[in-house]
């Protein structure tokens, strides 16, 4: 029961390893190839993105602390209903998550009307084409506030450097303890040999007395 015990830990450490291992290296691909484009004027190629909600203004559809998901249209085409993601001049190049009221087309332009869910009344600004970041496809609740949990030196501790140093022990432990029954198992042996010695001295000095 104990080693299966402990081989199921070592199973799950494992596997929570590979996984913090392989968001880690998306992350990361995700982090430079981001900062490539806008490096290179490039941004607008970003066509999925990840945004914590901070505020309840589209609660409860989404609350703060959730994480929303977006997609940026190709050709920039929303509809009425659609939660979408957008840069706010109005109020200092803030990100904000709204819903279309009102689609607007000049020129092949498009422009829109928003709306928080829980506001009162509809957002003053119109937003443009060019300053939507896309639609929210999907969101993940409360994962903003690991999120923040996780960029802190405690987060980073819990969720990284234990486990992979939980696994490091494991293993360093696994490894005396078969170094420890080799060395029994050694000692076992040399014993038996010493006896099996005695014995055949003792015959032989039997067989030398008579």
């Not at 009307?113 to 896309?134: Q, R, Y």
Request: aromatic letters at 8%; glycine letters at 6%.
């Amino acid at each position: 029961m104990k080693n299966v015990i402990n081989r199921l830990l070592k199973i799950i450490s494992s596997a929570i390893f590979a996984v913090l291992v392989i968001l880690i290296i998306l992350i990361l691909i995700y982090v430079i190839r981001v900062k490539l484009l806008a490096s290179n004027d490039r941004l607008g190629e970003v066509r999925l993105n990840f945004y914590t909600i901070l505020t309840q203004s589209m609660y409860p559809t989404i609350k703060a602390g959730d994480v929303v998901v977006t997609y940026m249209d190709e050709n920039d085409s929303y509809n009425t209903g659609d939660v979408i993601t957008f840069i706010s001049n109005a109020n200092g190049q803030i990100t904000v998550t709204h819903r279309i009221e009102e689609v607007y087309e000049v020129n092949g332009q498009y422009s829109y009307k928003t709306k928080g869910d829980n506001n009162n009344t509809a957002d003053k600004e119109i937003i443009s084409s060019n300053n939507v970041l896309g639609k929210v496809v999907f969101k993940i609740p409360k994962a903003g506030y690991i999120q923040q949990f996780l960029v802190t030196k405690t987060g980073w501790i819990i969720a990284i450097v234990l486990p992979c140093l939980g696994i490091v022990i494991y293993d360093i432990l696994k490894l005396f303890k078969t170094v420890t029954k080799k060395g029994v198992s050694v000692i076992k042996k040399d014993k038996r040999t010493d006896d099996a010695r005695k014995r055949l001295k003792e015959v032989i000095n039997d067989e030398e007395e008579e």
